[in-house]
């Protein structure tokens, strides 16, 4: 059964940076690794995606190993407006293929 | 430009009733995908639209449907409405389908079945 897993929770505080883990070692061979930030009552936003290696934008980084298993998103110098549930996204092939998300991260930044 | 939107934002039913949600994609996008999330969990991948076909399917029984228009609008429909059906129900649009282009998400319809 494929599965796609985050840490529960993590906390940080403001300034620092965070690091947060996806594994998903049923990818499928072309797909990408995609990652969204989550508040209450809204849809999951769009941060970054990447397929190999390392991808960077204006608000985060993306670390993808050579075995693409797992995936690691970075959020440099996290601000109390980050505290929000973070998601990975990846085409997993099980019996089928499927689009499958990550269980979650919920990070708390404090002051 | 408009993003995904979604309509209606709240809907209450009782059980065995029928429901149907709708979507309007990101301007540009031709590819809708339908997610639902109960509360606390990541959201489940229900069903993909592009060219107006239903192109990949997640571990929803026939009950959920969907139709999408030539306008790349979308609907969900749920027959049969149990209360385990209770949950926030997420329509995201891309570019072409296959492409592994990024979904876009509406912030949902929160669908609550008494």
């Known amino acids: 059964l494929a599965k796609t897993t985050q840490p529960i929770s993590m906390d940080s505080y403001e300034g620092q940076e965070v690091n947060i883990t996806c594994s998903h070692n049923?990818?499928?061979?072309?797909?990408?690794i995609t990652w969204y930030q989550q508040f209450p009552s809204q849809g999951p936003r769009f941060i970054i995606q990447g397929y190999k290696t390392k991808v960077t934008n204006e608000v985060a980084s993306l670390f993808i190993p050579a075995d693409r298993k797992s995936s690691t998103l970075s959020l440099p110098r996290v601000s109390l407006s980050d505290t929000a549930v973070y998601y990975c996204?990846?085409?997993?092939?099980?019996?089928?293929?499927?689009?499958?998300f990550g269980s979650g991260t919920r990070l708390l930044v404090r002051p | 430009d408009a993003g995904v939107t979604q309509s209606p934002t709240h809907l209450i039913k009782t059980r065995g009733q029928q429901v149907t949600l709708r979507c309007s994609p990101k301007s540009g996008h031709d590819t809708v995908s339908w997610y639902q999330q109960a509360l606390g969990q990541g959201p489940q991948f229900i069903f993909q639209y592009y060219e107006e076909e239903e192109r990949q399917r997640g571990n929803f029984p026939d009950r959920f449907s969907g139709h999408q228009f030539p306008n790349y609008s979308s609907e969900l429909n749920v027959n049969a409405l149990l209360l385990g059906d209770s949950a926030l129900y997420l329509c995201a649009s891309s570019i072409l389908q296959g492409t592994n282009q990024p979904q876009h998400f509406g912030d949902g319809t929160r669908l609550s079945i008494l």
């Open positions: 996204l990846v085409g997993v092939m099980d019996s089928s293929y499927k689009l499958i």
């Open positions: 049923n990818i499928a061979t072309n797909d990408y």
